[in-house]
């Protein structure tokens, strides 16, 4: 368990080739980039003590640094954030005990729903943490891109998956949400540094590969993640629709 206080910095990964949405991180959000929108948020927690963007694009470099956001230049080979933070991480010779993985398309993350993940996770036995939210409509349960997750008694995953779980037997689709509570799983991960390592230094899973999800490789290992539910709404950018919607919530916002 841990009980002292623990130094916490943010990475956020980002790359500028979205096959959905190409040039996705610096595209604008009332008046500033995706990318600097999400690491406003972030700033705002209280916990983390440094942030900064892990990106192999000079693009990305470029807008960030006219925010004032610190960039963490890496190769182009990460095959995932994950793998892209640890490579920033080692190679800027960085120092906590805790990382944040915020996506830089998550603009709408709440600074308090990070801090309470973080100190819950403070007090757990658990490798480490992420963030679900309840699903409420029938469109996002049956949604692929939306990966969904089922938690134990204790709040840790058992499973992840593109497909709606758990099955509800002898029931129709339509009346799942009417029989149990479902969640989604909203990509934020923190790690204990000696998980992050880990992690980027185990093979590729077999149900990873199979769902294309790289938190698998931590379940299929053993590894503990703390699951963190939150009631605020959040809308990652993965299609312009998505990119749409958020520009839409600012723009009210401000």
Request: proline fraction near 4%; charge should be negative; charged fraction near 30%.
């Amino acid at each position: 368990m841990i009980n002292d206080i623990i130094d916490v910095i943010a990475l956020i990964p980002a790359r500028i080739g979205s096959t959905r949405l190409p040039d996705k991180p610096i595209l604008d959000i009332e008046g500033k980039p995706l990318i600097v929108r999400t690491c406003e948020t972030v700033m705002k927690s209280e916990n983390i003590t440094d942030i900064y963007v892990a990106t192999d694009d000079y693009k990305i470099k470029k807008v960030c640094e006219a925010n004032d956001i610190e960039v963490l230049i890496t190769s182009i080979y990460p095959k995932s954030g994950s793998d892209r933070i640890y490579e920033a991480y080692t190679k800027y010779n960085l120092n906590a005990e805790l990382v944040l993985n915020v996506q830089g398309d998550e603009p709408l993350i709440n600074h308090i729903d990070i801090d309470n993940m973080i100190e819950n996770f403070r007090q757990s036995s658990a490798d480490a943490a992420t963030m679900i939210k309840e699903i409420n409509n029938l469109e996002d349960l049956y949604n692929p891109n939306i990966v969904k997750v089922v938690i134990s008694n204790q709040n840790e995953a058992i499973y992840f998956s593109r497909s709606p779980i758990p099955f509800v037997r002898d029931s129709q689709k339509e009346d799942f949400l009417k029989k149990h509570k479902f969640y989604k799983h909203i990509g934020i991960y923190l790690y204990k540094y000696s998980t992050l390592d880990f992690f980027v230094k185990a093979e590729q899973s077999k149900l990873e590969l199979a769902e294309n999800l790289e938190q698998l490789r931590l379940i299929e290992n053993g590894k503990k993640i703390y699951c963190h539910e939150i009631f605020s709404e959040s809308q990652g950018v993965d299609t312009l629709e998505d990119l749409e919607k958020v520009r839409e919530i600012f723009k009210n916002r401000e």
